[in-house]
């Protein structure tokens, strides 16, 4: 049965746009850049190609072996839009924890990164802001009080 | 800046229901169900309310503290589709590692769950398959080769 979380796939449409912001949230890439084009991959998640550029990427000091699976898809191509709000049904935002939310909100503004709200929310021992990633895709960092 | 991975939001129709699936798989519910309505939830998931349930789940051996926050939204409700396609734009994919993939697979066909492909596809180093939750929202099941 289930082991253990293994990793959590974005697909995006840019991969160096996505890999610049994951980069500036402080997360690291932890593979080499791949292209794969496996008729495994076509059967497996059924789509008529399995033709993909995948890179890993987990932050830096993170002991648990879970990354994330940045993938963008060359054919068939990267598709769609993301969620366009958090209360839509499906895998809508993954969560980091950070060590000072406001140290950490104020780096990334001044690098150019927009939050939904303008400072971090309290609520249920944590304080929290949500941004997004090139794609849109919702991404939280929030802090235990 | 960011620490670790803490969790991935998998938002739901029916708690219910995505409980029973998740449980099948072989996570547990770490927490007590909580009802929420804070507008510290509004405020920083940009809706007009922060009106819903929540569990989290997390494989019964895992370590790494990751879990999912399964979310069933009351005010706004849970709404939407999740992604029709594994080449969509967003984080699409959750995966979990499983010692015996074949057996695993075997086990949950008998309890009706259904998967993309027909059995287990090979390849880099993986034997994986993908699964939906009550959804839609895709589900990896990998095994190292």
């Known amino acids: 049965m289930i082991e253990s979380f293994q990793h959590v796939c974005i697909t995006c449409r840019d991969m160096e746009k996505s890999i610049q912001f994951y980069e500036q949230l402080g997360l690291m890439v932890t593979t080499p850049m791949l292209e794969l ?19 890993h990427l987990a932050p ?20 769609g839009e993301s969620y366009p709000a958090l209360d839509h049904v499906g895998i ?16 990334l503004q001044e690098q150019g990164i927009a939050f939904l709200s303008e400072a971090p929310q309290s609520f249920g021992g944590i304080r929290t802001i949500v941004t997004t990633d090139p794609d849109g ?5 929030l802090e235990w009080l």
């Open 37 to 55: 084009d496996e008729e495994g991959i076509a059967r497996a998640f059924q789509l008529p190609k399995g033709h993909l550029k995948v890179v």
């Open 60 to 79: 830096s000091e993170a002991t648990s072996g879970m990354f994330i699976d940045l993938v963008q898809w060359i054919d068939p191509p990267s598709a």
């Open 92 to 107: 809508n935002r993954l969560a980091f924890r950070v060590s000072d939310i406001d140290g950490t909100v104020a780096l």
């Open 137 to 141: 895709i919702f991404i939280q960092l």
